[in-house]
């Protein structure tokens, strides 16, 4: 069988992260360069061609709608040639954004899958090696593609939309709590599940190769008493949109609730999310989405609500519209 061409466009995070010594917790992310990563992972030029690519060099702290567009940009001119699939390293901090972002906005069928690490690479024990090596070997598979994009860490392999992050260290810090899993990797040996069933690649209607620039979407955390006010300050410094990761199914003070009507009132999307890590935020429950103009957020959580709110924006403001998005992808 031929070997499959794959491309690693890299980005940062802990998998490219160095310390000064093997035991210590402090280390800063993006100091390895993307040949230096390839070249500490003894065979994978055996599961496919490999070509490397730095897009950025940051801890995923740092990642920005920028990078974000010049990543899917990049992905979506590679897919088009003899690219059979792409791998991402990136950090796990903001792996789910970049990921979802993709999910929506690249037009491909072939595997696009995200890697990173919750160790830096001098650690003992660095998690990132095998982690890359099982990325690839799912690049590189054809039973890979039409699942979107995916996520593999730790042997598991997540979709872009039902994958959170759920520890700040641990290395099994990614879970698909609503969904499930996509499949596994383990030692590059690939077994798959399920097929995503929402919207994305090639079945989506978002298109970002001639965007430059996502209109701001805020996100407000609710709790206890939070002050309302923040909901018209977001408007007033030009938010566009806003998300509230809500209390339980997507609740909030009553203050606030009125003050996300009378934005929406004036053409601000509302989004009621939840900070709460499973379970869906379903319309009308114990707030009056239709009279009140809001929109639940189904199952994505308050940063992905923010993405696909960002990117909805582009194409429509329609509270109607964007709720059948929200219950699409
Ligand atoms: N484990 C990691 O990758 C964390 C790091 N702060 C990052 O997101 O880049």
């Not at 499959?4 to 802990?14: K, P, S």
């Not at 940009?73 to 901090?93: A, F, S």
Request: glycine share 8%; aromatic share 6%; with cysteine.
């Amino acid at each position: 069988q031929k070997k499959a061409n794959v491309t690693i466009l890299a980005t940062g995070g802990t998998i490219a992260g160095a310390a000064a010594s093997g035991t210590q917790a402090g280390y800063t992310s993006g100091q390895v360069t993307i040949d230096a990563m390839v070249n500490a992972v003894p065979d994978i030029t055996k599961l496919a061609n490999i070509k490397g690519e730095q897009i950025s060099n940051v801890g995923s702290q740092d990642m920005s709608f920028e990078i974000m567009l010049k990543l899917a940009k990049r992905i979506n001119e590679l897919t088009k040639g003899d690219v059979d699939g792409i791998v991402i390293t990136h950090g796990t901090d903001t792996m789910e954004e970049t990921a979802y972002f993709l999910n929506l906005v690249c037009k491909t069928d072939k595997p696009v899958v995200l890697v990173g690490s919750m160790r830096p690479s001098t650690a003992v024990s660095a998690d990132g090696p095998l982690n890359l090596y099982n990325a690839v070997a799912v690049a590189a598979d054809p039973n890979a593609a039409k699942r979107g994009v995916l996520l593999v860490m730790n042997d598991w392999v997540h979709s872009a939309q039902s994958l959170t992050k759920i520890s700040t260290t641990a290395v099994q810090t990614f879970m698909s709590p609503i969904n499930g899993l996509i499949g596994i990797s383990n030692y590059g040996v690939n077994e798959f599940y399920r097929y995503p069933y929402n919207k994305f690649g090639n079945g989506s209607e978002f298109k970002v190769d001639n965007v430059t620039a996502l209109p701001r979407v805020d996100i407000i955390y609710a709790d206890v008493d939070m002050p309302a006010d923040l909901i018209e300050a977001s408007v007033a410094k030009g938010a566009k949109g806003i998300v509230i990761a809500g209390v339980g199914n997507g609740n909030m003070p009553k203050a606030a609730l009125d003050a996300c009507a009378k934005v929406a009132k004036q053409g601000i999307p509302v989004v009621r999310s939840s900070r709460v890590v499973t379970g869906n935020v379903g319309r009308n429950v114990e707030v009056n989405d239709d009279q009140l103009g809001l929109i639940a957020s189904y199952d994505h959580n308050p940063q992905k609500s923010r993405i696909l709110l960002s990117v909805a924006l582009l194409t429509t403001k329609s509270p109607d519209a964007l709720q059948k998005i929200f219950y699409s992808y």
